[in-house]
């Protein structure tokens, strides 16, 4: 299930209704300003944010990520939101005053 909506991502339909579906306004806004940073389709920018969390997502995030699937109505859907929340968080004060 996971697998699939994955592999579909590079697909820019999927990525817009799954855009639509995250129901996330906060998390779809920072994806397209870094999308814009980047000066990138949203779609592009989702697929590989996605792709890259699960490339380099540690045991821990793994174990994290399986649990709130297991909670979830829809576990591909939260896997994603949770994924996106993880990679497009914004930094702490603390963070962002030691760069």
Same mark, same amino acid.
């Given at each position: 299930?996971? !697998?699939?909506?994955?592999?579909?991502? =590079?697909?820019?339909?999927?990525? +817009?209704?799954?855009?639509?579906? @995250?129901?996330? #306004? =906060?998390?779809? !806004?920072?994806l397209? +300003?870094?999308?814009?940073?980047?000066?990138?389709?949203?779609?592009?920018?989702?697929?590989?944010t996605?792709? !890259?969390?699960?490339?380099? +997502? /540690?045991?821990?995030?793994? %174990?994290? @990520?399986?649990?709130?699937?297991?909670?979830?109505? =829809?576990? !591909?859907?939260?896997?994603v939101?949770?994924? %996106?929340?993880?990679? %497009?968080?914004? #930094?702490?004060?603390?963070?962002? /005053?030691?760069?």
């Amino acid at each position: 299930m996971l !697998g699939r909506l994955i592999d579909d991502l =590079d697909e820019p339909e999927t990525a +817009a209704r799954l855009l639509r579906t @995250l129901e996330e #306004p =906060d998390l779809v !806004g920072r994806l397209e +300003a870094r999308a814009a940073e980047a000066g990138r389709p949203v779609a592009d920018v989702l697929a590989d944010t996605v792709h !890259g969390f699960l490339d380099e +997502a /540690s045991d821990e995030d793994w %174990l994290r @990520l399986i649990g709130l699937m297991n909670r979830a109505e =829809d576990p !591909g859907l939260a896997a994603v939101r949770a994924i %996106l929340g993880a990679a %497009l968080a914004e #930094p702490t004060p603390a963070a962002a /005053s030691h760069d």
